[in-house]
C-alpha cells in the first residue's frame, strides 16, 4: 500500500477513535443509568423511538465503528499475523459492510 | 519478555479491540432481530438475566472502558506533549476501566 493511502488510515483511524471516545463515554453513560431497575423493551423504544436525537447519535456512532474497527484489524492481521495482501482486504471490507448494514439495522430499529 | 507498563497497556487495548470487533457484529444483528417484536427483545432481555450471561456483560463493558481509556492514552501520547506521561496515562486508563465496571456491576 502506498505511503498516501497508509496516511489516510491513520488519519481516518484517529479521528474515528475521537468521535467514538465521546459517543462510548455516553453509551457506557446510558446504559448505567438505563439497566437500574431492570430493562424492557418498551423503556428502551420510548426512549429511542422517534427521537433524532437518538437517531443521529447512534448513527455516527455506527459509522465512526465502521471505519475504526477493519482500520484496527488491519494493523493487527498485518502485524500478528504477517496476514498482507488482497485477501486480507477483501476480508476487511466485508466486515465493514457487515458493520455498517447490521448497525444501521439496528439503529432504524430503534428509532422507527 | 519483560512486560513494561507501555507493553501491558497497548496489549490490552489490542485484545480489547479484537474482541470488540466479534462483539459487535452480533450486538448490532441481536438488536435488528429481536426489535422486530417488544416480546422478542424483552425475551432476549430475559436472557440476559442469566449470571453467566450477566458476568460476560459485564466483562464486555470492561473492555470497551479498557479500550476507551487505551485509545485516549494513545490518543493523549500522539497529540499531546505528554512523552512523559507513560506510566500515568497507563494508570488513568486502567483506573477508567475500573470505575465503569464497578458502575455497571453495581446497577445490574
Redesign the interface.
Known amino acids: 500500500m502506498n505511503v498516501k493511502a497508509q496516511a489516510v488510515l491513520w488519519v481516518a483511524q484517529r479521528a474515528s477513535a475521537a468521535v467514538l471516545a465521546l459517543c462510548v463515554t455516553v453509551h457506557l453513560a446510558t446504559m448505567v443509568y438505563a439497566i437500574r431497575g431492570g430493562l424492557s423493551a418498551a423503556e428502551i423504544l420510548s426512549r429511542t423511538r422517534g427521537s433524532v436525537g437518538w437517531l443521529v447519535f447512534y448513527t455516527v456512532f455506527v459509522l465512526a465503528v465502521t471505519v475504526h474497527a477493519p482500520i484496527g484489524l488491519r494493523a493487527v492481521l498485518e502485524e500478528w499475523f504477517g496476514w498482507r495482501g488482497t485477501a486480507r482486504d477483501v476480508l476487511l471490507v466485508g466486515l465493514t459492510l457487515l458493520l455498517a448494514v447490521l448497525g444501521m439495522r439496528a439503529v432504524l430499529g430503534v428509532f422507527l | 519478555m519483560s512486560l513494561h507498563t507501555g507493553t501491558l497497556a497497548a496489549l490490552v487495548h ?1 485484545l480489547s ?2 474482541l ?2 466479534l462483539f ?2 452480533v ?3 441481536a ?2 432481530t429481536t ?2 417484536s ?2 422478542a ?2 425475551a432476549l ?1 430475559a436472557w ?1 438475566q442469566y449470571p453467566l450471561i450477566k458476568f460476560g456483560e459485564w466483562g464486555i ?1 470492561l473492555l ?2 479498557a ?2 481509556g487505551g ?2 492514552r ?2 493523549a501520547l ?2 499531546l506533549p505528554w512523552r512523559d506521561w507513560q506510566k500515568s496515562l497507563a494508570a488513568a486508563a486502567a483506573a477508567l476501566a475500573l470505575a ?1 465496571g464497578l ?2 456491576a453495581l ?2
Do not use: C, K, M, S
Open positions: 489490542r479491540g479484537i470488540l470487533a459487535l457484529p450486538h448490532f444483528y438488536i435488528g426489535l422486530e417488544a416480546a427483545f424483552d432481555l440476559t463493558v470497551l472502558a479500550h476507551l485509545g485516549l494513545v490518543l500522539e497529540f465503569v458502575a455497571f446497577a445490574l
